[in-house]
């Protein structure tokens, strides 16, 4: 069999028909890749999620990592987000931009990452666009969905809530993580339905930043408590209060639901309390393990 080795050889005709043929399902799905539109279906008394992430070559990834690992991070960050929601994934579109010289194996291998993740998750893969450019661009859009009652804002979060983050933080760039994550939706799952949080989020800018978001749309102050704060092995406080992209789970519940929740056992999942929320006034501060108490200053990635 003569298998072309570039994507010009193959053409975009050529590409698609391959990409079909691996496509993950499920059950949803009326009509996925091959007409003008996918059909889906919307299931009954749900309400729609609707995220997308985009990567670019030599932004968020070099062409040293693996494309099956580019493929899987590209779909990870939009089945996080709708987590951090508390919703479903259901349906993904993946808009390609390649060079035309891409050895077809690359693109193959970016696809094999989305699908592998996409099955485990039950996403099915409906559509999406290829088209020439200088440096490779994966873009996916993600619907979720979720009951109305189980939708997790961040402009929740009340004074006395409990603050807790779904695993150990910091250093995912040189560990790879941010790369090879779980996204969180089995523990958001959970979550949503025994526990309720008030506010939720998931980890890309930083605990710091994005607690910071928590913050600013409910309108409250934090304290964390630092020797509460788990940390990747090897990672300093300052990594885990700030390198982003751990794609952990944060989150705050009532107290007397805390207290519950730090009870419950779930295979595999442990839920890690940080700190509490506060007044306004208080601002975002951290009570040191000497018990001197600091301010904390958001100061994420930056994208501008
Ligand atoms: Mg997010």
Same mark, same amino acid.
């Given at each position: 069999?003569?298998?072309?080795?570039?994507?010009?050889?193959?053409?975009?005709?050529?590409?698609?028909?391959?990409?079909?043929?691996?496509?993950?399902?499920?059950?949803?799905?009326?009509?996925?890749?091959?007409?003008?539109? *996918?059909?889906?279906?919307?299931?009954?008394?749900?309400?729609?999620?609707?995220?997308?992430?985009?990567?670019?070559?030599?932004?968020?990834?070099?062409?040293?990592?693996?494309?099956?690992?580019?493929?899987?991070? @590209?779909? @990870?960050?939009?089945?996080?987000?709708?987590?951090?929601?508390?919703?479903?994934?259901?349906?993904? +579109? +993946?808009?390609?931009?390649? #060079?035309?010289?891409?050895?077809?194996?690359? +693109? @193959?291998?970016?696809?094999?990452?989305?699908?592998?993740?996409?099955?485990?998750?039950?996403?099915?893969?409906?559509?999406?666009?290829?088209?020439?450019?200088?440096?490779?661009?994966?873009?996916? *859009?993600?619907?979720?969905?979720?009951?109305?009652? $189980?939708?997790?804002?961040?402009?929740?979060?009340?004074?006395?809530?409990?603050? &807790?983050?779904?695993?150990?933080?910091?250093?995912?760039?040189?560990?790879?993580?941010?790369?090879?994550?779980? #996204?969180?939706?089995?523990?958001?799952?959970?979550?949503?339905?025994?526990?309720?949080?008030?506010?939720?989020?998931?980890?890309?800018?930083?605990?710091?930043?994005?607690?910071?978001?928590?913050?600013?749309?409910?309108?409250?102050? @934090?304290?964390? $408590?630092?020797?509460?704060? #788990?940390?990747?092995?090897?990672?300093?406080?300052?990594?885990?209060?700030?390198?982003?992209?751990? &794609?952990?789970?944060?989150?705050?519940?009532?107290?007397?639901?805390?207290?519950?929740?730090?009870?419950?056992?779930?295979?595999?999942?442990?839920?890690?309390?940080?700190?509490?929320? +506060?007044?306004? *006034?208080?601002?975002?501060?951290?009570?040191?393990?000497?018990?001197?108490?600091?301010?904390?200053?958001?100061?994420?990635?930056?994208? &501008?």
């Amino acid at each position: 069999m003569n298998v072309p080795q570039k994507l010009s050889q193959l053409g975009e005709f050529g590409l698609i028909a391959q990409l079909k043929k691996s496509a993950a399902l499920n059950p949803g799905v009326i009509k996925g890749i091959g007409d003008d539109t *996918a059909v889906l279906k919307v299931s009954r008394g749900k309400e729609l999620l609707f995220t997308t992430d985009m990567l670019v070559e030599d932004v968020h990834f070099t062409r040293a990592i693996k494309p099956t690992a580019v493929g899987h991070k @590209a779909l @990870a960050c939009n089945i996080s987000d709708v987590a951090a929601m508390g919703g479903l994934p259901k349906y993904a +579109v +993946v808009s390609l931009g390649v #060079p035309a010289t891409l050895s077809v194996n690359y +693109v @193959a291998d970016i696809y094999r990452g989305i699908n592998t993740l996409a099955k485990k998750f039950g996403v099915a893969i409906v559509g999406g666009d290829t088209v020439a450019s200088k440096k490779i661009v994966i873009n996916i *859009a993600l619907l979720g969905e979720a009951k109305r009652s $189980e939708i997790v804002y961040r402009s929740g979060a009340k004074v006395g809530d409990w603050i &807790f983050v779904t695993g150990p933080l910091g250093r995912s760039f040189p560990t790879g993580k941010h790369l090879t994550f779980t #996204p969180r939706v089995k523990e958001a799952r959970f979550l949503v339905e025994h526990f309720k949080p008030n506010a939720m989020i998931d980890i890309s800018d930083g605990l710091v930043a994005d607690l910071g978001h928590i913050l600013e749309e409910s309108k409250v102050g @934090a304290v964390l $408590e630092e020797t509460a704060i #788990p940390r990747v092995r090897g990672a300093s406080l300052n990594q885990a209060l700030g390198d982003g992209e751990d &794609f952990e789970l944060l989150f705050t519940l009532p107290m007397r639901t805390a207290a519950r929740l730090m009870k419950s056992k779930i295979p595999g999942v442990t839920f890690y309390k940080i700190g509490e929320i +506060v007044p306004r *006034a208080h601002g975002l501060a951290m009570v040191a393990q000497s018990g001197l108490i600091k301010p904390l200053t958001p100061k994420g990635y930056r994208h &501008f």
